[in-house]
């Protein structure tokens, strides 16, 4: 079980540095994927905002950062977790063409909350 547990928070700690790093450094594709018209509306709604994408990637920064230490990966896991439940909500009602990728990404968080619970019994018992 333990293994397990690395190997999941490697593998979505590589995911979210590997989509926070490359938008930092200006890496992804200078044309936009074709979008659907509800898509293109959520997605300059974002855009017009100014700040969420750049918050969103520092979050993703940090929560990959923190997964990626044994010690702090049960706070990685919970910082996250809105992430990854919203990147799943997008897809699941805009663009389902990429939810089955988005649905192990949410597994993999909802089992380390799993393999993590005893870390998270303080915070809601008296």
Known sequence: MKIVVIIVRVLLAA?????????????MPKEAPAMSAAQTTFMSGVMASIYLMPLIKVTE???GILLLIG????????????????????????????????????????????????????????
């Open 71 to 126: 010690r702090t990966a049960p706070l990685g896991a919970l910082v996250i977790f809105p992430v990854t439940l919203n990147i799943f909500l997008y897809h699941a009602f805009l663009g389902p063409k990429e939810l089955p990728m988005v649905a192990v990404m949410l597994l993999f968080n909802l089992f380390l909350f799993y393999a993590y619970r005893t870390k998270y019994l303080p915070i809601v018992s008296k």
């Open 15 to 27: 995911m979210y540095l590997f989509a926070s790093v490359s938008f930092f450094l200006h890496l």
């Open 61 to 63: 920064l940090i929560g």
